[in-house]
C-alpha cells in the first residue's frame, strides 16, 4: 500500500503523513512541486524518528508519479466523491492519493483515479485536515485487508 501527496502546501503535513505511513506500513510519496524542501525542518519535527521508515519517494510531477504506478489502483480522497470509504473494497496494492491543502486536486488527477472516495464527517463539516484523512484512510483500508 502506497500513500501519495500531491503537491503540498504545509511541512508539517507531510511530516504528519510520515508518522502516519510508517505507523500503517505504506511506502509515501510526494508529488512534487512543494511548497517546502522536502528536507525542511518542519517535516523533521513533525516525523520525528518514524522519516526512516517511511522516507519519502520524490517525483518530480505527475507524469513522473504515475510512472511508477503500475498496475495499482490510485484512490483520490477528496470532499467531492460520491462514495464513501466505508462503501469501497481496498486492495493491499492501492495508492492512496490526497490532494493540495490549498486547491485539492485538479481535473486531470480526479480523471485518472480509479475511485474517488470520501470520508463521512458531521452534518455541517467540510473536511479533515489532509494528513488526519491520509490517516482515517489507511487505517479503513489496512482494517479491510486484514492487516495488524
Known sequence: MRLALYQ?????????????????????????PCGFPLNA???????????????????????SFLDT??????????TAAKHSIWEFEFRQDD??????ESAGAPDEI??????????PLAPGARSLNVHVAAAVALAEARRQIGWG
Do not use: K
Request: proline fraction near 4%.
Open 41 to 63: 525542518r518542519e517535516v523533521r519535527r513533525v516525523a520525528m524518528d518514524y522519516g526512516n521508515g517511511a522516507s519519502p519517494r520524490a517525483h518530480a510531477g505527475w507524469a
Open 8 to 32: 503540498p502546501d504545509i511541512p508539517q503535513n507531510v511530516g504528519a503523513a510520515i508518522r502516519a505511513a510508517a505507523c500503517f506500513g505504506a511506502a509515501l510519496d510526494v508529488i512534487e
Open 69 to 78: 504506478l503500475g498496475a495499482a489502483r490510485l484512490i483520490l480522497l477528496t
Open 110 to 119: 480526479h480523471s485518472a483515479a480509479h475511485a474517488r472516495l470520501r470520508i
Open 95 to 100: 495508492t492512496l492519493l490526497m490532494g493540495r
